[in-house]
């Protein structure tokens, strides 16, 4: 390909990150060996930093640098509100709308049988720990409109069902298929606000 092992290497690690194909790799690369010391060099160090500080929230699953994270630890929040999101990813595209300002729970992925994924592989835990608490009072279920996420969101409102809270899902603008991380703001800003009974 016309670099040496390093730039292959490169190339290499960015092809396996999600949206970059060979050429989009190759692309990125060349623009970071164009400009090393204003693009590369302080890419280097942030991933650096990143590795060594970001944690997995253990309240809700989100990933900061500290641990409860921001967002678990802002008092301002309504502590009566839940929504359950499938991914980081999904958490911070609710987040960016800013018309949630209650707290969330990731579940780290879907029930899925064919790929080994069953009810023990959710991150729950936390959130019963919460329900024990007595402080919630509505349980939003915003997982994305797939098979899985159907399934899962059955499970789930059989799961909550004892607990005597109030079970919603965000309502309309979410496509068949579709995964709450590539919805646009206004789309997840109106699927929460017209949120139904799950």
Not at 43 to 64: F, H, I, P, R
Request: hydrophobic residues 40%.
């Amino acid at each position: 390909m016309g670099g040496g092992p390093e730039i292959e290497r490169l190339i290499s690690l960015f092809g396996k990150l999600p949206g970059f194909g060979p050429r989009s790799a190759r692309r990125a690369v060349l623009s970071l060996l164009k400009q090393p010391h204003s693009r590369m060099i302080p890419l280097a160090n942030a991933l650096e930093q990143a590795a060594k500080m970001v944690k997995t929230c253990s309240s809700c699953g989100n990933l900061d640098s500290s641990d409860p994270c921001q967002i678990c630890n802002d008092l301002n929040r309504n502590r009566e509100l839940i929504c359950i999101v499938e991914t980081v990813g999904d958490l911070w595209a609710l987040e960016k709308t800013g018309a949630f300002r209650g707290y969330y729970q990731v579940l780290g992925g879907t029930l899925s049988p064919l790929a080994g994924v069953g009810p023990e592989d959710l991150n729950l835990a936390p959130l019963l720990k919460r329900l024990k608490r007595n402080e919630v009072k509505e349980i939003i279920l915003a997982l994305g409109a797939t098979v899985e996420g159907v399934t899962t969101m059955h499970w789930l409102y059989d799961q909550l069902l004892p607990w005597h809270v109030k079970i919603t899902r965000v309502g309309q603008g979410i496509p068949m298929g579709g995964s709450l991380e590539i919805l646009d703001e206004g789309t997840l800003t109106a699927a929460l606000t017209a949120r139904r009974p799950a």
